[in-house]
């Protein structure tokens, strides 16, 4: 089985400031992981992934993450927040075996302010 | 491409109405499913399939029926709609293996009165 926790349903940082958004997994066998974002009244688009290449990923937009096996963490981050980065953030794994969908997390509202 | 598609865009159904959602992809995506968005619960799967012919319960599929006949097309069947299943649904699909991640519809948002 596998699950996700987002730790802080809402996170709210000034224009310019750094974005942490955290993510941790649990999975029995290797994940794979990815961030989802959702702007308002919209579907969900990738923002990055995780697929074993390389523990830091560059994704759009730039934000990037870092898989840490050790913490079984895969927090997204970004230098600067725009304003334009105020969303709906999910993380997600899944995996090559068992269920063959996404599980997600609960999701982390950005709210960026002036 | 069009990627996935969802219809309708916005519905309103009256308790014990039936109802299917559509879904379509354009990509010749093995994988399909259906994930319902609560606030502050994410996106839960209802079903999901693996291929024509092929599919499977996920964690809520209580209330909800699915085929897949063909590759490109994944209908979602409401049999007796309650209010408990007001919520946005949204249609996702993957080539296949996890590491592909899925391509999302733009969701279809349902409310039982």
């Known amino acids: 089985a596998q699950s996700v926790t987002q730790l802080g349903s809402h996170v709210s940082v000034s224009e310019g400031a750094l974005v942490l958004l955290r993510c941790n997994y649990s999975?029995?066998?290797?994940?794979?992981l990815f961030w989802y974002v959702q702007y308002p009244n919209q579907g969900l688009q990738l923002l990055l992934k995780y697929t074993s290449a390389a523990t830091l990923v560059k994704g759009i937009n730039g934000f990037e993450a870092e898989f840490k096996k050790s913490e079984t963490s895969f927090h997204l981050t970004k230098p600067s927040a725009h304003m334009s980065d105020a969303a709906e953030y999910f993380c997600a794994v899944n995996t090559d075996t068992g269920r063959r969908a996404l599980t997600f997390g609960s999701g982390t509202r950005l709210q960026v302010q002036p | 491409n069009a990627g996935v598609t969802q219809t309708p865009k916005f519905q309103v159904l009256k308790t014990g109405q039936s109802m299917t959602l559509q879904c379509a992809q354009d990509m010749n995506h093995e994988y399909m499913s259906w994930y319902r968005q609560d606030p502050g619960m994410g996106l839960r799967l209802i079903h999901y399939s693996v291929g024509a012919g092929i599919t499977d319960q996920g964690e809520v599929p209580n209330g909800y029926n699915v085929s897949r006949s063909t590759t490109e097309d994944f209908p979602l069947r409401l049999l007796s709609a309650a209010p408990s299943q007001t919520s946005v649904y949204f249609c996702?699909?993957?080539?296949?293996?996890?590491?592909?991640?899925?391509?999302f519809g733009s969701g279809t948002r349902l409310t039982v009165v």
């Open positions: 996702a699909s993957s080539p296949g293996q996890g590491l592909y991640g899925y391509t």
């Open positions: 999975s029995s066998v290797p994940p794979y």
